[in-house]
């Protein structure tokens, strides 16, 4: 089956800078990564999703990237605020039902 | 709104008991998910159900059964509860039809004692 890898599993960066967080899938077959937000509290909330047709999409702050041929996609988050500090889960599909999810990584913004 | 609604926000079990976690989901969407969330490890996939009374497991699914009567409802089953399922479980929903945005509850801490 697919396995997702995540890194860092933290990361701290200042308000303001830019934040990056790297993914690998091993099922050449994948076609669809999803990236989730998780707030305290609260359930993972879908921010970005890119397809395998498509090698970088951009909404306002944040970008993902895909690099079919390595396997690995990334999210990039840039001018930071402190509201997005939370922890974040990159995931990969090769069938649009099922996702498999990487182990998450905790975003804190440094005011 | 979409909105995935579970039963508890915490529980707190005995070993040996048989638990139920509830999921309602009122978007009409055909698929629902169960995960659980442990530090570390992510989100794992226990159990998947694409329509009514139909389920399909995975990548976790000892110690667990699901049951899917009614499309908007999706419930977890622990048969005997263990101290090893201590744990956040999310619900899920999503919609072959739309984009295939999983939508989640906001979970349910269960410790077994």
């Known amino acids: 089956g697919e396995n997702v890898e995540q890194h860092p599993s933290t990361l701290s960066v200042q308000e303001g800078d830019s934040a990056v967080i790297k993914c690998t899938y091993s099922?050449?077959?994948?076609?669809?990564f999803p990236w989730y937000k998780q707030e305290l509290g609260k359930g993972p909330q879908l921010i970005i999703d890119?397809?395998?047709?498509?090698g970088e999409k951009k909404d306002q702050r944040i970008a993902v990237t895909l690099n079919k041929t390595a396997k690995h996609f990334s999210l990039h988050i840039t001018e930071t605020q402190p509201e997005d500090s939370a922890v974040y889960f990159c995931?990969?599909?090769?069938?649009?039902?099922?996702?498999?999810f990487g182990t998450g990584t905790r975003l804190t913004i440094i005011p | 709104d979409v909105k995935v609604t579970q039963s508890s926000r915490y529980l707190v079990k005995r070993t040996g008991e048989k638990v139920f976690l509830e999921c309602v989901q009122d978007?009409?969407?055909?698929?629902m998910f169960w995960y659980r969330q442990d530090p570390g490890l992510g989100l794992r996939l226990i159990y998947f159900?694409?329509?009514?009374?139909?389920?399909e497991k995975g990548d976790i699914p000892e110690g667990y059964s699901v049951s899917r009567e009614k499309k908007e409802r999706f419930s977890l089953i622990l048969e005997s509860a263990s101290t090893n399922q201590t744990s956040m479980y999310l619900c899920?929903?999503?919609?072959?039809?739309?984009?295939?945005?999983?939508?989640f509850g906001p979970g349910t801490r269960l410790t077994v004692t």
């Open positions: 899920a929903s999503s919609s072959p039809k739309g984009s295939y945005e999983q939508y």
């Open positions: 099922d050449s077959a994948s076609n669809y």
């Open positions: 890119i397809r395998s047709n498509v």
């Open positions: 995931a990969a599909s090769s069938r649009n039902e099922k996702l498999t």
């Open positions: 978007m009409d969407h055909e698929n």
């Open positions: 159900s694409y329509d009514v009374k139909m389920k």
